[in-house]
């Protein structure tokens, strides 16, 4: 079921505390708050979609040296003796101690 948000409508017309329920689609929409019993309107709240630029995607493309450094990314990694070696890009090959 979607989670739809709410929000009171305060005598003067300006929107006051927001709220979500959890509702089936087919459920009228509610016209009151269901605790104190001020009128409300359903807030339309738009999708996310996963595009090219979603978290999910971003973080797969973290995680390909060779995407990083198309990107023009330089990619290090912590070595066992405390330094950061490079793994793609340009850039110098270590830094640190």
């Known amino acids: 079921m ?6 009171v409508i305060h005598p003067s017309g300006e929107a ?4 979500e329920l959890v509702q089936k689609m087919t459920d009228p929409p509610l016209t009151a ?3 104190t019993g001020e009128p409300v309107r359903r807030v339309f709240m738009p ?4 595009g090219r630029l979603a978290p999910m995607r971003t973080d797969r493309n973290l995680q390909d040296d060779q995407k990083l450094a198309r ?4 990619k290090y990694v912590k070595s066992s003796e405390g ?5 793609t890009g340009e850039g110098p090959n270590l830094l640190g101690g």
């Open 2 to 7: 979607p989670t739809y948000v709410y929000e």
């Open 16 to 19: 006051g505390e927001r709220f």
């Open 33 to 35: 708050h269901p605790e």
């Open 47 to 50: 999708t996310w979609i996963a």
């Open 71 to 74: 990107m023009g990314f330089t």
């Open 83 to 87: 330094r950061y070696e490079k793994t």
